[in-house]
């Protein structure tokens, strides 16, 4: 079992940043690939981010690409969301996701996660 714990979200106006986290505890971190997605109102959950298990790799959604950064460390058994220039349509509830028991270094899509975080809202006023 993992259980992961999204913080850090909040309102910030357009161009502005924020950082998201993502703790996670129970099985070893440093083992396996973890990952960022989105749910805007009325929309379906969308990829934004993905890293693999040693923060070599790293994978971005092309709408995010140059504004967002994601990074783990996994002394704290914490993963990071760095976005900065943020737009209104940044808008969304955040989750972070763990691919614990699949056989990828890197994972874009949501069925290769086994584990969810309950999420966290970023708002960006424009």
């Known amino acids: 079992q993992v259980q992961l714990e999204e913080s850090g979200g909040g309102l910030v106006q357009a161009g502005g940043s924020l950082r998201l986290s993502c703790a996670a505890s129970g099985r070893t971190f440093r083992n396996y690939p973890m990952g960022w997605f989105r749910q805007a109102p009325g929309k379906e959950r969308e990829f934004v981010a993905a890293?693999?298990?040693?923060?070599?790799?790293?994978d971005y959604a092309d709408s995010v690409k140059g504004r967002f950064t994601i990074s783990r460390y996994n002394g704290k058994n914490t993963i990071y969301l760095q976005m900065n220039s943020l737009k209104p349509d940044d808008t969304a509830v955040y989750y972070c996701?763990?691919?614990?028991?699949?056989?990828?270094?890197?994972?874009?899509?949501?069925?290769?996660?086994?584990?969810w975080g309950q999420g966290t809202q970023v708002t960006v006023s424009s």
């Open positions: 890293i693999s298990w040693s923060g070599d790799y790293t």
């Open positions: 996701a763990a691919a614990v028991d699949q056989p990828f270094t890197i994972a874009t899509l949501q069925n290769e996660y086994d584990y």
